[in-house]
């Protein structure tokens, strides 16, 4: 049993099978990689987790209770925060009131974006906020608009505004997609930073290899919607089942 639990998942789009019986479990303080080839059926796992799908078969349980059927908010009042593959950010806001709204909302719930003036004086919000983007390293990028930074940047924000609301389990869904290997490798180490630092499991999607083998302790490779094989990173490299799921061959 792990923090996450996967079991016999299966989910049909018409004729197409794109999970069939998923069994997984994700352990607690671990970096759990999910891989595979396009169509592997990740992207699909990934939104069975935070309730944007739910599946034809099976059961998805964090820390002992279903996530299936759960609102966004729910999931994420559980203990569960997602980063996107594009971040999710306010670009017309500036990065410290970026950093205020996810505070906020895991607070007091839902939150009108015209009313940020209304929670930005308050204390305790702009405390932690501040603290965070120290931890996250941008504290002097606060008043700067989240439209101007650099994809790596917005993707250290967003990862920060995840941390924010404290979530037991980050899930990742292709973090350095589209980023310069510069940004690629800070983005690696920020990850490494918050593995050795915090008490949180991370979850991750993720076709860069550097980036899959840098960070997992982990590996789960998937290939036409199940689980070929799991294990760790050194027995995942070179794997004849991982080459033939990729390569269409085995060598």
Known sequence: ??????????????????????????????????????????????????????PDTGSVMFAGESVLGRSAHEINQMGISRVFQTPEIFGDLTVMENMMIPIFAKRDGAFELAAIKSFMSQKDIVEKAEEM?????????????????????KRRLEIGMCLSQEPRLLLLDEPTAGMARADTNNTI????????????????????????????????VLAQGTPLVEDTPEKIKGHPKVKEAYLGEAH
């Open 133 to 153: 983007l120290v931890d996250m390293n941008m504290a002097d990028k606060r008043h700067m608009h989240a439209a101007a930074m650099s994809r790596g940047d």
């Open 1 to 54: 049993m792990g923090i996450l639990d996967i079991k016999d998942v299966g989910k049909r789009f018409g004729g197409l099978q794109a999970l069939s019986n998923v069994n997984l479990s994700v352990h607690e303080n671990t970096v759990h990689a999910i891989i595979g080839p396009n169509g592997a059926g990740k992207s699909t796992l990934l939104n069975c987790l935070i309730g944007k799908l739910i």
């Open 189 to 220: 180490d920020l990850l490494k930073q918050i593995k050795a630092e915090r008490d949180i499991t991370i979850a991750i999607i993720e076709h860069d290899m550097h980036v899959v083998f840098s960070l997992a302790d982990r590996i789960t």
